[in-house]
């Protein structure tokens, strides 16, 4: 008993000193901040040697003591600490009562309402207080809530939902802001930036020079730098070609097995940059003069 009190103990304190870390460090939502800052591992595990050490050693002060008391004084003691339990006992054999506060089965008979309808009886219980106390603070909570949406108009359901979606909408564009890979078709646009169009460079001279030539003016593959396009110029189905691949059994594959999207993203504006380039052998135009549609 005295050792299961011990452990528990030790525990107890380890998980104070572990949610007061989790408390104490800021960390990204969902993160354990044990994970993000390993170094307070060394502070739980203190805490969790320190309290093993103060139960040992006041295990064995008592122990000592114990030992040193005289006969009749060890049996007083003893009996004093066994008051103690059965006290704690006591009490705990008490907790449905205390929670309900129903009359023992001896005591019915007090209770019982005269009424007796084909031997079905009623007893006149008092309501159990974590009822009552639950009804008593739906009132509270009630009376709060007419008063402040029924008298002041504090916000309406409408109002709610639209901060929530607003909220929403901000959660969403920082979400699209740090994960790039969520470009598709839709929302696929040319990319500009220097180390985007240098990625890009980089699997193009990795993968495409083979049948486009590194300057892109064609071999197997068509011309890239011409206006004409078989499969339609523009980010939109530059990309699509990417993604799906050129017509079947021409030789150009789709890609998007190879690479994330957002890579796709940059191949697609490299090979849109070279628009205008003059390659050493340009294979002659095939396809159809693009002209992007201004949207309206
Ligand atoms: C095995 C040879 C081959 C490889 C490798 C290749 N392509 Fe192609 N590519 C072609 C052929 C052939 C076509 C024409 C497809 C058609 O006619 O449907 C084409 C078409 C295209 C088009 C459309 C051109 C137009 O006029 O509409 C683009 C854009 C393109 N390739 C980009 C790339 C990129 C970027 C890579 C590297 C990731 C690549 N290709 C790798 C052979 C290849």
Not at 10 to 36: K, N, R, S
Not at 265 to 276: C, E, I, N, R
């Amino acid at each position: 008993m005295r050792n299961l009190v011990s452990i528990f103990r030790i525990i107890a304190l380890t998980a104070i000193a572990w949610g007061g870390v989790e408390l104490l460090f800021e960390t990204e939502p969902g993160q354990w901040a044990v994970i993000e800052y390993p170094k307070t591992l060394i502070f739980i595990g203190m805490i969790f040697l320190i309290s093993i050490a103060i139960e040992v050693s006041v295990a064995a002060l008592r122990f000592t003591l114990f030992r040193s008391l005289s006969e009749e004084k060890q049996e007083k003691f003893l009996a004093s600490e066994n008051q103690l339990v059965n006290k704690l006992k006591a009490k705990y054999e008490n907790l449905p009562q205390l929670l309900t506060r129903s009359k023992p089965v001896e005591e019915e008979g007090e209770i019982e309402l005269d009424h007796n309808y084909d031997g079905i009886r009623e007893l006149d219980n008092k309501l159990p207080p974590w009822w009552i106390y639950s009804f008593y603070a739906s009132i509270v909570f009630a009376a709060i809530y007419l008063i402040r949406f029924h008298v002041f108009d504090d916000y309406t359901q409408v109002e709610e939902y639209q901060a929530e979606v607003a909220q929403a909408e901000i959660d969403i564009a920082r979400y699209k802001e740090t994960a790039k890979d969520l470009v598709t078709l839709e929302t696929v646009t040319l990319m500009a930036d220097p180390s985007d169009l240098e990625a890009g460079k980089q699997i193009y001279t990795n993968n495409c020079v083979a049948c486009h030539k590194a300057d892109a003016g064609g071999g197997i593959g068509p011309n890239l730098t011409d206006e004409y396009w078989i499969l339609g110029g523009g980010i939109k189905n530059v990309y699509q070609t990417l993604v799906e691949g050129g017509r079947p059994g021409k030789g150009m594959v789709s890609w998007k097995n190879d690479f994330k999207p957002s890579e796709l993203q940059q191949v697609a504006s490299y090979v849109l940059s070279l628009q205008g380039t003059v390659p050493a052998e340009p294979k002659e135009p095939e396809g159809e003069v693009w002209v992007e549609e201004t949207e309206e």
